[in-house]
């Protein structure tokens, strides 16, 4: 099966490619993180309170960012074996059920998440004294970017169901 284009042309492209880089620098910043508080902690038997907090938080980031690099790129785990053993018209079936369903998820955690963040801003870690609601945040906004590129491969997968065969 051909792979469609990219979604958002150009413009929608450099977003994405920018959320992936962002993730590297985030994977870099958690790295970073562990590796200060390891050495200080085993060779110095001392340690920076917080420090072991800023890993956990941006690893939320780096999951909803990452997860929208990868559905803007069409790179999300699939079955492979079974979709490829449909007919065209039953892996665009699959494609739209499964990107229907997962709209329908990340709808439901935006919706969950106007509640949960401003209560969670209300909050502050033990060690930073960082208000929740930034880590919480992470949700809502890597929902939608995540919904953008998913509604647009639904749209797709829709288009190929209801071509005509040649």
Known sequence: MPRPAPPFGRWGARLYEGLALLGGA???????????????????????????????????????IGAAAAMHRGEHTALDYFRNRLSPRGQAAAALLTHGAGMLL??????TSFVLV?????????????????????????????????????????????????
Request: glycine residues 6%.
């Open 26 to 64: 985030l994977l870099a910043v958690m790295t970073f993180a562990v590796f200060v508080q390891v050495v200080l902690r085993y060779v110095f038997r001392y340690g920076i309170e917080g420090l072991d907090e800023v890993p956990r938080y941006v690893f939320v980031w780096l999951v909803m």
């Open 106 to 111: 990340f709808l439901s955690l935006i919706k």
């Open 118 to 166: 401003p209560n969670s801003q209300l909050q502050t870690s033990a060690g930073l004294g960082l208000p929740l609601g930034y880590v919480y945040a992470a949700v809502p906004v890597g929902s939608a970017l995540i919904l953008l590129p998913m509604a647009w491969h639904f749209v797709a997968a829709l288009r190929r169901l209801w071509q005509k065969p040649s």
